[in-house]
């Protein structure tokens, strides 16, 4: 195994929540050019209605980025600046009037989809919260200028960095009651609770918001995956400063890391990440785990086994362990949890190194059976009969099932 690759990793630390003007912040103070992001925010055609501004401050202590957008109407009312924490006159728009000048400006393609999908997700919460068709809300925050900047801006930013995966852990939504345009709401506000449905949470740190439904928004359409364990090298940090003074740091902390990975030299070998699905069992009839990993299986396992195990007290018991693509993880945890008697099931990723293989059927004696050849720096290296095969020809000829494989073996390795 020679050379390496790397995934740029993209990481939402939420311990103090996420607002839109948090993020952006944290974007600036990771390495995103503040000029580069205020030149390309100017190519949106409501450009003349607001101002950014961008300073060093900090919060107990952390020191941070800290943008505002300041809304030129609302310079008569001395210059109110916006954040998660302050509430001032929005202009309402509704989701058509907002695609359109998405749509409408000079921005790239791929800034305009991803802007447009947080938008969406906040569209489809608010309809869903006040019962109104989508076309038919009028949003009093995601429709003003400050929040279309905050949207439009974070899209950038994720452009700007092109990182390969984007991660966040655990969001904090902070407690207590906020004061908005339908009067006062329990924290989280019912438009945030409905973007962070299935993703992980925890409240009451503090008693007051802490994430916006735009700062949601912001998480479920760029966020690859949700996780507290941070497994990558950590290359640079930023931190994006609230507007409160609170009792914690009411910061952003986002990292830039690189997760590094072996790879053979030739290229006739195939890399690919798995998750490997662990929990140990002491209670359960031994009887049932055929029909386990049967269901395991159907349901997308690329490998299913068990491990016999000494557990406290000297009971007897087994590792099940569950091989699998990311996207099958959760459909197959819910099989461990409702099928086993397991209360909690390990996680881990795991880089995995494949040969290049082909696949062949062979004629034999006794009919048709399929072979799997492995190549490794463009060498056979293996060839293996496909054992259902070698099966049914046992079982059609009535005869015993090595004499199927003698039969292939000669096949492959007598040349005949």
Avoid at 209 to 217: D, R
Wanted: with cysteine; glycine share 8%; proline share 3%.
């Amino acid at each position: 195994m020679i050379g390496e690759t790397d995934m740029r990793i993209l990481y939402y630390d939420c311990f103090a929540g996420i607002s839109g003007d948090m993020n952006l912040g944290a974007m600036i103070d990771l390495g995103v050019d503040k000029d580069y992001l205020i030149k390309e925010l100017s190519k949106l055609n409501i450009a003349g209605e607001f101002e950014v501004k961008v300073e060093r401050q900090s919060r107990k202590g952390i020191e941070g980025t800290k943008v505002d957008v300041i809304l030129k109407h609302d310079e008569e009312d001395h210059q109110q600046h916006h954040g998660h924490d302050n509430h001032h006159h929005h202009e309402h728009r509704n989701i058509g009037s907002i695609e359109s000048i998405i749509n409408s400006s000079g921005l790239n393609s791929n800034v305009k989809k991803t802007s447009l999908s947080m938008f969406g997700k906040v569209a489809q919460a608010e309809a869903k919260v006040h019962g109104k068709p989508l076309n038919e809300v009028h949003f009093h925050e995601v429709g003003a200028v400050d929040s279309i900047v905050d949207i439009v801006g974070a899209a950038i930013c994720l452009d700007y960095l092109k990182v390969d995966k984007v991660m966040s852990s655990s969001v904090e939504l902070g407690g207590g009651f906020v004061k908005c345009a339908h009067g006062t709401i329990p924290v989280p506000a019912p438009a945030t609770v409905e973007i962070l449905k299935g993703v992980p949470v925890k409240a009451g740190i503090v008693p007051f918001e802490t994430t916006t439904p735009t700062g949601a928004a912001i998480l479920v359409s760029s966020v690859d995956e949700f996780s507290d364990v941070k497994e990558f090298i950590i290359e640079k940090i930023g931190y994006g400063v609230g507007g409160r003074d609170t009792d914690i740091p009411n910061v952003l902390r986002v990292y830039l890391g690189k997760k590094f990975f072996e790879l053979p030299a030739a290229n006739d070998a195939e890399y690919d990440e798995v998750c490997l699905l662990e929990c140990n069992i002491d209670d359960m009839n031994p009887e049932i785990y055929e029909y386990i990993m049967e269901r395991l299986f159907n349901k997308g396992a690329l490998d299913v086994y068990r491990i016999p195990i000494l557990m406290k007290k000297e009971r007897f018991g087994v590792i099940l362990s569950v091989i699998c693509k990311e996207e099958d993880k959760e459909n197959l945890k819910e099989i461990i949890f409702r099928e086993t008697s397991t209360l909690g099931i390990r996680e881990h990723k795991l880089p995995r190194t494949k040969l290049k293989r082909e696949f062949e059927v062979i004629d034999t004696a006794y009919g048709k059976a399929g072979i799997k050849k492995a190549y490794y720096r463009g060498q056979l290296l293996k060839v293996k009969p496909e054992y259902d095969d070698c099966r049914r020809l046992a079982e059609n000829n009535n005869i015993p099932i090595k004499d199927i494989y003698d039969e292939i073996s000669g096949k492959i390795y007598g040349g005949n």
